[in-house]
């Protein structure tokens, strides 16, 4: 097994060594496009919603929304906290949260599992700014293809409705408050920290899309999907550079946003190595839900004409 493994290491040294000139374009074609579209909308919400999270505004939104939750998913109304965060925040900090739950033993794996399911989204600031407003000039698109992504999870939600959770009792330890100061302090380097994360897997996965592209031959549409499959900042960017019709565009838009990207659900996965994830429920329930979320779009855009 060994030599197999350094065999297969040899010739991915081998085809990175006489592609370098792809390697070091793709690098530079990943830097210009998280820079140009990405650090820009996502770096000032992150310190934004790390201020609003330091005057504890989630526990406002789980007075507001923590009961219709818990009834609607068949959750605990403190673990609708979760749900209510990857919505302000974004994936993979879902996953942070459902690992600090495990951690103090206020969750079972059941549970987590669930919850993971249905609380995949991507931020607000990446959807609703660096897709609607720097891609395609459109708030109102923005907060389409948003909402449609909220409509996913929520779909899945009702779907594992009856899903085997077992609620414990949740003690919150009350933390040692940190400044406002130091709270912005910590927030600019978690955002730094955060992009490094994006530009280093969209890097990854634009040098082994564009490596497909010189070996073999994919019809421009499919090989924008596959990508966004793998990365959903470089499947996104391809979509909208397609020369294809609006609806069509935010339609294999939403399905890949829907489903995530490979990319991110690794990165929850090992965030939460530790514990047994259902790898293949949540890649099968995903993938399915986000083609069901895409025809729902169709046919509401159809009847109410939301992209024109």
């Not at 949260?97 to 607000?124: G, H, P, R, V, W």
């Amino acid at each position: 097994m060994k030599k197999y493994k350094y065999i297969l290491l040899s010739i991915i040294l081998f085809i990175f060594i006489k592609n370098i000139d792809i390697v070091i374009s793709s690098s530079s074609e990943a830097s210009i496009l998280f820079f140009d579209k990405i650090f820009v909308s996502i770096f000032p919400f992150i310190i934004l919603i790390d201020v609003l999270l330091f005057f504890n505004y989630q526990e406002f939104l789980k007075k507001i929304f923590g009961k219709i939750l818990s009834k609607i998913f068949n959750i605990d109304e403190n673990i609708s906290i979760i749900f209510i965060l990857s919505i302000l925040t974004g994936t993979p900090t879902n996953s942070i949260y459902i690992k600090e739950m495990l951690d103090n033993n206020q969750i079972d794996i059941n549970t987590a599992n669930k919850i993971l399911l249905f609380s995949y989204f991507q931020s607000i600031p990446f959807v609703i700014g660096t897709i609607g407003v720097k891609l395609y000039n459109s708030l109102k698109i923005g907060i389409i293809i948003w909402i449609f992504i909220l409509l996913n999870n929520i779909l899945i939600g009702l779907y594992i409705r009856n899903y085997n959770a077992t609620i414990k009792q949740i003690i919150y330890k009350k933390k040692n408050k940190i400044s406002l100061l130091n709270t912005i302090k910590e927030s600019i380097l978690k955002g730094i920290n955060t992009s490094y994360d994006i530009i280093g897997n969209l890097i990854i996965f634009t040098i082994i899309i564009n490596l497909i592209k010189k070996y073999i031959i994919i019809n421009p549409i499919i090989l924008s999907i596959l990508s966004g499959l793998l990365e959903i900042t470089n499947g996104v960017n391809q979509i909208y550079l397609l020369n294809l019709d609006l609806t069509i565009k935010i339609s294999l838009t939403i399905f890949i946003l829907s489903f995530s990207g490979l990319s991110i659900i690794f990165q929850t996965f090992s965030i939460l190595s530790n514990y047994k994830i259902d790898i293949k429920r949540i890649l099968i329930t995903r993938l399915v839900f986000s083609i069901i979320t895409t025809i729902l779009f169709i046919i509401i855009n159809y009847c109410f004409k939301l992209i024109i």
